[in-house]
């Protein structure tokens, strides 16, 4: 009589139930990552939006506004930066993209569950000549789906410094919500 070589279906069964379970761990954490991932290149591109507005106001003594924008046309009336934002000259000081204002910068829509808000009442930031931005500090709440416990706050002085905190649970859960 000659040895089979092979598996049994009990060796099958428990090899399939510890893959399924490695998966089970393995995917979540691999969409949290890709989440934290997502969130920091949002982060990364309103840092790169904010340093090409103020470097542009200074350069050329002209205003630069940042503001929402879906279309990447004109400005939206919102504190929601989540579908994408751009950065352009403002010629006559109306906070308004006219025909003639360059387009310095442009972001498109964040990928993922990444949400970005402003202050409530800040739709635009305006740096002027000196690469300050005219109005009071801003805040920008930046969520992913990773949930409220990891939302982070990016608070910009009016002299343009920006820094990193912990967002407030209120912010959180007003960004994070759906």
């Given at each position: 009589m000659k040895k089979q070589a092979g598996f049994t279906l009990f060796e099958t069964m428990v090899a399939c139930a510890l893959a399924f379970i490695l998966f089970g761990i393995a995917i979540p954490a691999a969409n949290d990552g890709?989440?934290?991932?997502?969130?920091?290149?949002?982060?990364?591109?309103?840092?790169?939006?904010?340093?090409?507005?103020?470097?542009?106001?200074?350069?050329?003594?002209?205003?630069?506004?940042?503001?929402?924008?879906?279309?990447?046309?004109?400005?939206?009336?919102?504190?929601?930066?989540?579908?994408?934002?751009?950065?352009?000259?403002?010629?006559?000081?109306?906070?308004?993209?006219?025909?003639?204002?360059?387009?310095?910068?442009q972001v498109q829509a964040l990928e993922g569950e990444v949400r970005l808000h402003s202050t409530a009442g800040r739709t635009r930031i305006v740096f002027q000549g000196n690469a300050g931005n005219a109005g009071s500090n801003v805040s920008f709440t930046l969520c992913d789906g990773r949930g409220t416990g990891k939302a982070r706050s990016l608070i910009m002085s009016n002299t343009g410094r920006l820094r990193d905190a912990a967002a407030s649970e209120k912010a959180a859960q007003s960004t994070c919500s759906k």
């Open positions: 890709l989440e934290a991932a997502r969130s920091a290149d949002a982060r990364s591109k309103l840092l790169d939006s904010l340093m090409k507005a103020a470097s542009r106001a200074s350069f050329t003594g002209t205003k630069s506004v940042l503001c929402p924008s879906a279309d990447a046309i004109s400005c939206d009336d919102s504190h929601d930066w989540s579908q994408g934002w751009i950065v352009f000259t403002d010629r006559n000081g109306n906070r308004e993209r006219e025909p003639d204002d360059h387009l310095i910068n």
